[in-house]
């Protein structure tokens, strides 16, 4: 469990690391956290030649309400997002599904920016990304463009970054008041979800019910429609495609995902 040899060079800005990354092309990784790339590099799943580190530069660091968005910097790490009073009130499921990653040394050191473009459909702030409707501003060597929540993850690990991009920002409309639920089914306290479930004022999101989180389409229009939360549960596994591995096969996550809707829906707070 040793990774192959690379290079190291630190960008101290985000213009200095879209130059990196053009000068380096595919031999090259972003660093940010580390926490899902480092492990790739051990088991050999991702062999870079060249690491780029951005986590030390400042303007992809903070927290910030601008207009009527959250703003969150790409490299904000998960406890920073867990523990910020502005989120609590203008995103409070983004803070508290930050909360929820891993462990403290996890959130110590994870950023927003890293969990997004890892792109893991089982990871809980791209689920509640989705959910809160967010958007990521991507920055290239022809400037920045902003995709949205659900059409930045493309596939299984899988998202809209181009090669020669970065994430600097994570965008969220803010809602002070606005009613969310959030249930994440684990066997260990510190694992990814089996099953996730994020509700944010009749939008739905679930996490590992298929190669990307998923809006749940059909509970969405049945809500909008008059029905219960127990009756618009029960259509949460529509239109997903789960996969099968040791912790739960296709049906079992169906019902969870049944389940932890309506547990999201009817424990909303705001
Ligand atoms: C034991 C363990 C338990 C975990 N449990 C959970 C969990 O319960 N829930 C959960 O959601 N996650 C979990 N994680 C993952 C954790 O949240 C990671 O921090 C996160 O997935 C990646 O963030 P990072 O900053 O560490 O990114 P890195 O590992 O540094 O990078 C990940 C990928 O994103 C790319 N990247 C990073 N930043 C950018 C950027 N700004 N722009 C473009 N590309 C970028 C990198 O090149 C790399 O391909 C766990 C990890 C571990 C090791």
Redesign the pocket.
Same mark, same amino acid.
């Given at each position: 469990m040793i990774a192959a040899s690379f290079d190291y060079v630190a960008a101290d800005s985000v213009a200095g690391a879209i130059e990196l990354l053009a000068e380096h092309g595919e031999d090259a990784?972003?660093?940010?956290?580390? &926490?899902?790339?480092?492990?790739m590099m051990k088991l050999r799943l991702?062999t870079p030649e060249v690491l780029i580190d951005?986590g030390r530069i400042e303007e !992809?660091r903070g927290i910030t309400a601008e207009g009527s968005d959250l703003v969150i910097g790409?490299?904000t790490r &998960?406890g920073e997002l867990a523990a910020s009073a502005l989120a609590a009130e203008l995103a409070p499921l983004l803070a508290h599904a930050a909360a929820?990653?891993?462990?403290p040394q996890?959130r110590h050191?994870?950023?927003i920016?890293?969990?997004l473009? &890892?792109g *893991?459909p089982?990871? *809980? !702030?791209p689920m509640a990304l989705v959910a809160l409707g967010g958007s990521v501003v991507l920055a290239g060597p022809d400037g920045t463009r902003t995709v949205g929540a659900d059409d930045f993850f493309t596939g299984y690990f899988e998202t809209a970054?181009d090669p020669g991009?970065?994430?600097?920002q994570v965008r969220v409309p803010a809602a002070p008041g606005r009613p969310w639920g959030y249930q994440k089914f684990?066997r260990r306290a510190?694992?990814?979800?089996i099953v996730g479930v994020a509700a944010a004022d009749g939008r739905i999101a679930l996490a590992n019910m298929g190669p990307v989180p998923i809006r749940a389409r059909a509970v969405e229009a049945a809500l909008a429609g008059g029905a219960s939360p127990a009756q618009a549960a029960q259509a949460a596994a529509e239109g997903t495609s789960p996969g099968q591995d040791i912790h739960a096969d296709r049906g079992y996550r169906e019902h969870l995902a049944r389940v932890l809707t309506r547990r999201a829906l009817e424990g909303q707070t705001s």
């Open positions: 990784k972003l660093l940010a956290g580390g &926490h899902s790339l480092l492990p991702a951005i !992809l790409a490299a &998960h929820q990653v891993g462990d996890i050191r994870g950023t920016g890293g969990s473009a &890892h *893991d089982a990871a *809980d !702030l970054l991009e970065l994430l600097t684990t510190n694992d990814w979800a």
